[in-house]
């Protein structure tokens, strides 16, 4: 995930701008740049990436001092890594650097070229830089106003003018943005990391405001020129708690970070509620030469796959298997010319997947990958690629990766059924439209997260050694990942059954308390999923149960009960797995277990 630092002051700027660089590479970035402003106007340096680049580069500039600049990391998203898609991007008027995504680029681009601005980029953010300059008369409020009236999406804006170098210029929405305060000058940063050895003293910039700071001075305004008192707070955390970003645990941040995450791997492949991997650098029809497709993958990459896998089915009727990547190879897959594999990786390294990926592309089979790590070994492999942007996952157990794993599937099983002539345009927006919502209701459930905490504690799941899933198509399929999340971190052993297959032998297990979570989002088999239910309840079972809302169901069944906002039918697995994510944690809490770093398990598993 992107980062930024700014800085004015009685220092010079640019080691304390490769500092705090450094101190943001933990979220991950491929590509790194700066702007320093001194009197004989702005200088940028830009690299690809390592820091260790960029500050080669820094050091063939001129020796002019200069005390005030602002500096980035990039992790990839419009635009693949590369020298001139790092920001900062600028004119010969202003310098700027972003976090978040701008929704309308696309026609601000149009409205910029159409005004003679040419890109050197393929950046959403170049066009506000663009956008900027065009606005800019000398003053900097009234540019910055009428730039953000014209943006869509989320923003954290660090700004230089030309004419101005000895103050820069802030704002932000949907992204964070903090004001640091020290001796020896001011700081504007996306997070705290990067200042914490520089200044404990910092303000959070909220919506609607812009901020200018100088070597001695803050001021923040209203969109309207009031300025605005604003309480300076006090850091008290060390560079891991900041890190966590007040969280207790990596993993907790990263379900929180999901939303976020989610909009980061959407947005960019949207152009008018149409889906566009084009700029993944997918040929226009690229998936109409294939009849069939599989998915490789391992643990929860291939649990992503299986919803894959039940998305392109239900759209397109295409024919599609998934394998786990450590028995592909070894099952001498039947492969044809006209099939499609796709391989799923968080890490991008993950030695059985990367090793079946070598095998279909000895084979001649066309690879797509799917990944989130940027340069990992199955990102540079693949024929093709589409990168999920969650940011760095740090707790070995998979959520967020998850999460943009199955938006990008999602989108991916929609696009391909366009291309298939199985959906119309409407339908597709449509559904994209759907998708959005489900992102906000993402955030509803996260504001709920006590509900499933109680849950937990009233399920007694600190003396539990057992629980079983079950539910149904999609659900029975959620199930599989929310039992993985489950053992994996809280070491209760767990099991996820299809519903109705649990009859046929181990229902022999359920005895009086047993607990069993059972899934049923799906209106039209719900009946049969109680059945099933009623089946265990007769054993003796306790029942967790996971509804949509305007769910019929006896009141009996309703003690241990999460009621999720209704939704599509295939948007389910977006809401539920929060839901799972949250109980795994709290379970693992309730054990008193290392939830970031579970015992036998690595994050990446490199071996065979
Ligand atoms: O990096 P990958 O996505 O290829 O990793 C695959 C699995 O090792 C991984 O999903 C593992 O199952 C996680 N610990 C799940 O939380």
């Known amino acids: ?85 790092a920001h900062p991007h600028y004119t010969e008027k202003v310098s700027l650097v972003h976090n978040g995504i701008i929704e ?26 663009k956008l900027l300059d065009y606005f800019y008369q000398g003053n900097p409020f009234s540019a910055i106003k009428k730039v953000i009236e014209k943006i869509e999406g989320s923003y954290a804006l660090a700004i230089l003018f030309a004419d101005r170098p000895k103050e820069i210029y802030g704002i932000r929405k949907d992204s964070p943005l903090i004001i640091g305060l020290g001796q020896t000058g001011n700081w504007l940063a996306s997070d705290l990391t990067a200042i914490l050895p520089y200044t404990k003293q910092y303000i959070l910039l909220e919506e609607n405001e812009i901020v200018q700071i100088q070597e001695n001075e803050v001021k923040i305004y209203s969109l309207e020129r009031e300025m605005k008192e604003k ?13 966590k970003n007040h969280f207790p645990h990596f993993m907790l941040k990263e379900i929180f970070d999901q939303p976020t995450a989610l909009k980061n791997t959407l947005f960019p492949r949207l152009r008018k509620n149409q889906i566009d991997f084009r700029q993944d650098g997918l040929p226009e029809n690229f998936f109409l030469p294939f009849k ?37 190879r070894y099952r001498n897959p039947i492969l044809k010319q006209d099939d499609l594999m796709i391989f799923i990786s968080q890490s991008g390294e993950t030695a059985d997947t990367l090793a079946a990926l070598r095998l279909a592309k000895s084979k001649g089979i066309c690879t797509l990958a799917i990944v989130n790590a940027v340069n990992s070994s199955i990102a540079r492999e693949a024929d093709y690629l589409l ?59 996260l504001n709920r997260k006590e509900e499933v905490q109680q849950i937990v504690q009233k399920l007694d799941l600190l003396h539990t050694e057992h629980l079983f899933f079950i539910g149904r198509g ?28 649990l009859k046929h032998g181990t229902i022999a297990l359920i005895e009086e308390g047993s607990i069993v979570v059972a899934i049923a989002t799906d209106e039209n088999i719900l009946a049969k999923t109680i059945s099933n239910i009623k089946e265990v309840v007769a054993r003796g ?36 797995t ?31």
């Open 104 to 129: 309308n680029y696309l026609d601000l681009k149009n409205f910029a070229q159409n005004n003679n601005y040419d890109f050197l980029s393929e950046t959403d953010t170049e066009t506000v830089a």
């Open 231 to 243: 309480k300076v707070q006090q850091m008290n955390w060390s560079l891991e708690e900041a890190q």
């Open 578 to 608: 929060v839901v799972f994510q949250l109980f795994a944690y709290y379970a693992a809490m309730e054990r008193g277990c290392d939830v970031d770093k579970p015992k036998n398990l690595a994050k990446s598993v490199t071996i065979e």
């Open 474 to 501: 999609l659900d029975y399929l959620v199930g599989l990942e929310a039992s993985l999340k489950l053992k994996e971190i809280s070491y209760i052993h767990s099991e996820a059954y299809a519903a109705g297959e």
């Open 292 to 328: 069939k497709i599989f998915f490789v993958a391992c643990g929860t990459a291939m649990h992503a796959g299986n919803i894959g896998k039940f998305l392109i089915e239900s759209f397109s009727r295409i024919p599609t298997e998934v394998d786990f990547a450590s028995e592909f």
């Open 387 to 445: 990168m999920t942007h969650a940011g760095p996952e740090i707790a070995v157990a998979s959520t967020k990766a998850f999460s943009t794993q199955l938006i990008l599937l999602f989108i991916l099983a929609l696009h391909l059924a366009q291309q298939k002539q199985a959906m119309t345009k409407d339908e597709v927006s449509l559904a994209v439209s759907s998708l959005k919502n489900s992102i906000v209701d993402i955030e509803g459930i």
């Open 1 to 85: 995930m992107c980062g930024i630092v700014a800085y004015v002051g009685k220092e010079m700027a640019e080691p304390i701008l490769i500092d705090g660089l450094a101190r943001l590479e933990y979220r991950g970035y491929d590509s790194a740049g700066l702007s320093l402003a001194g009197k004989n106007g702005i200088v940028t340096v830009k690299s690809q990436g390592r820091l260790q680049q960029l500050k080669e580069r820094v050091g063939q500039l001129d020796s002019e001092d200069r005390f005030c600049g602002i500096a980035h990391t990039r992790w990839a998203s419009h635009g693949k890594p590369s020298d001139a898609n």
């Open 541 to 576: 079972a306790k029942i967790f149960l996971v509804i949509a809302e305007g769910m019929e169901v006896e009141d009996s069944l309703l003690e241990y009960c999460f009621v999720l906002p209704k939704t599509e039918k295939t948007l389910s697995p977006f809401l539920s």
